[in-house]
């Protein structure tokens, strides 16, 4: 790997500034990607970037940026792409900074901000060589998500098309699904839910099979299929689905035939329960049966207490005498049968006993 440190100014760095989907974002007369395929799309918050022309405006020196030389000559940016764009969206007259946009700064104050020079380490090297640079110093400032890290290890045709549907705040995932995942898109959380649901959770696996694919269209179809089942499983929105693994369900109930108007009334019924702990674990028991998901409200220490008094400290089913802390809660009428988490349907078992009754 080849290290040259170079010096330029705002002015040059901003020099044929362009952010559309045709062209990406380039700058630097053209010659710079300022966002190649391994990188986020632009996160600061005016906070930040007003901190960026703060700096340039009181001749504060910036952190060294780092750009990675192509075989063609020209550049992408492996560390600064915020900055950049911060200083080339207050150039171009994008926001204002202390109430003021470029277009209303003097003309000393324009050229003040256009002379500020930068510092910029040029690297050269193999792509692998300088991914380990894009990990490596990208420790500083905004933090990469795990599925950015994956996009900049398997970036090409597959993740540049892929991105396109799942990774932008107004992407055709949000519009489709946003209510139905967490996180953000511009994270690439959404991408990296679906991959992790169409790959059973072997995300690495399939980004790698996939890299050099001309299109996406496997995984944004996936997508679709699961979104429209989850709407035609259960019509009813409720905020309590929000998160929920639902490709992962879809991959193990989509062929099943579910009557979308009983489950309704049967979660209608749980989502009023007081011994059902999770809400959002509803959708999954519904489709599982199983118990687990629901978080059934445990006995409280008074009623283990209580019951434990009430039977002298005596196993119910092996009849031994155990102290409180060998014995475990149970229900005498189980929860899916009607049975309560209440003192007159608690009974205490020895630890054996409640396994193997929970077991059966």
């Known amino acids: 790997m080849k290290i040259e440190l170079k010096e330029i100014t705002a002015q040059e760095l901003t020099n044929s500034y362009q952010d559309n989907e045709e062209n990406g974002v380039v700058g630097y007369g053209g010659k710079l990607d300022i966002r190649p395929p391994y990188q986020r799309e632009f996160i600061y918050k005016d906070k930040q970037r007003d901190a960026v022309i703060d700096t340039i405006t009181k001749e504060f020196p910036l952190n060294v940026m780092y750009w990675a030389v192509r075989e063609d000559g020209n550049f992408e940016v492996i560390d600064g792409q915020q900055r950049t764009i911060s200083i080339a969206q207050f150039v171009e007259g994008d926001f204002a900074f202390n109430n003021r946009y470029f277009h209303n700064l003097q003309n000393d104050e324009r050229e003040k901000i256009l002379n500020y020079k930068l510092m910029i380490y040029l690297c ?14 990208n420790i500083a400032g905004e933090k990469l998500t795990d599925q950015e890290l994956r996009n900049a290890v398997y970036s090409g045709s597959w993740v540049s098309d892929a991105k396109r549907y799942f990774s932008k705040n107004s992407c055709a995932a949000y519009g489709l699904g946003g209510d139905y995942l967490n996180g953000s898109a511009i994270r690439q959380e959404y991408l990296e839910s679906t991959i992790k649901w169409i790959s059973s959770d072997d995300i690495e696996h399939y980004m790698a099979e996939n890299q050099h694919e001309p299109n996406a269209n496997e995984i944004w179809l996936y997508f679709q299929s699961v979104i429209n089942w989850v709407k035609t499983v259960f019509p009813k929105y409720r905020r309590e689905m929000k998160g929920i693994e639902w490709g992962l369900l879809f991959n193990e109930f989509n062929n099943q035939k579910f009557d979308s108007k009983k489950l309704e009334t049967e979660i209608a019924k749980l989502m009023e329960d007081e011994d059902v702990g999770s809400k959002k ?40 005498s155990f102290k409180i802390e060998e014995m475990e809660a149970d229900h005498i009428t189980p929860w899916h049968e009607g049975g309560k988490t209440d003192e007159k349907n608690c009974q205490m078992l020895c630890k054996e006993d409640n396994r193997r009754k929970s077991g059966k």
């Open 124 to 137: 050269s090297g193999t792509d692998s060589e300088k991914l380990e640079w894009f990990r490596t110093i």
């Open 281 to 320: 674990g509803i959708y999954t028991y519904v489709l599982t049966r199983k118990e687990k998901y629901l978080n059934i409200r445990a006995f409280s220490p008074n009623q283990k207490r209580a019951a434990y008094e009430k039977q002298k400290g005596i196993c119910v089913v092996c009849k031994e």
